[in-house]
């Protein structure tokens, strides 16, 4: 059994109240699927009320940290500590009944990540690591997978968004990537867990344009300290400027570099 520090507690404990919600609300989709307004709304509600239990959580034990959050942008405080979150990441598949989203909280000091937690209420599956302690899921250690040929490997991507600048660079990305990966290419619709997979070796690599900082947050310290690397598409460490994300085993990062390049 490993021991959590105090900040991975307040994280999972606010992850758990918030679950609960989460949980609750993803059984009522079902319903309403088939009527006519369909669970749009509905949806942000729960957004904002997960939202609201996981930031009341975090600031009841930490009252001078920053805040930045999807749904309510920033909260300013304290100039060294930020948490960053995620009230539900797959929001998409929330909202067709796909048991497949996530919470996600990262908590930076200095502008350097130092702790995540990415929490799958549906699976139960919770992913946590803190700088220097090592990633972890469910309390048991994790680490990237081994393969160090792209062509043996599963790799994880969003591809662009409906209304996205780059979509026929996103195309062109898949394209080359398909002709190097024999196994496959899968797209499961929250990046957050894409990361989280990695970071626990079910996945081997993850490249994705245009996310927030708060989809990445958490997985990028995940993946680092379950001996993976994280980069942007020039293999260098831009990811948040550049908002191209590149996260992988630390066997296929140059290989996935020379992919896109
Ligand atoms: P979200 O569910 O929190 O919006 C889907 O490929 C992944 O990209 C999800 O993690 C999703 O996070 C994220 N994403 C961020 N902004 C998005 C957008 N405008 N449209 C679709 N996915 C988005
Ligand atoms: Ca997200």
Redesign the pocket.
């Known amino acids: 059994m490993k021991l959590n520090s105090a900040n991975i507690n307040i994280m999972v404990k606010a992850c758990r109240k918030a679950a609960k919600i989460l949980i609750r609300d993803f059984g009522e989709i079902e319903n309403l699927q088939v009527s006519l307004k369909g669970p749009g709304d509905y949806v942000t509600a729960s957004d904002k009320k997960v939202e609201k239990i996981i930031i009341d959580e975090l600031q009841k034990a930490r009252p001078d940290y920053s805040i930045l959050s ?1 749904e309510i942008g920033l909260i300013n405080n304290d100039q060294s500590f930020k948490w960053i979150i ?1 009230p ?5 598949n929330f909202l067709h009944g796909i048991p497949h ?1 996530a919470i996600s909280i990262g908590l930076e000091q200095n502008k350097e990540i130092i702790c995540g937690i990415v929490y799958d209420p549906i699976k139960d599956e919770m992913f946590t690591a803190e700088k220097g302690n090592g990633s972890y899921i469910n309390n048991q250690r994790m680490r990237v997978s081994a393969r160090s040929k792209l062509k043996d490997c599963i790799i994880f991507s ?2 662009p ?3 996205s600048q780059n979509k026929e660079l996103s195309f062109e990305e898949y394209k080359k990537f398909s002709s190097k990966v024999n196994v496959a290419i899968r ?1 499961l ?4 867990l894409d990361m989280a997979y990695v970071a626990a070796g079910r996945c081997d690599g993850f490249w ?1 344009r245009d ?2 900082y ?2 990445i947050a958490a997985g990028i310290i995940l993946i680092k300290e379950a001996g993976g690397f994280v980069t942007d598409f020039n293999g260098e460490n831009k990811y948040v400027q550049n908002k191209t994300i590149l996260a992988s085993n630390s066997k296929i990062n140059k290989e996935m570099v020379e992919v896109l390049r």
């Open positions: 999807e995620d539900i990441d797959g929001t998409s989203f969003g591809g968004r409906y209304k797209k619709g929250s990046a957050s994705q996310l927030e708060w989809d």
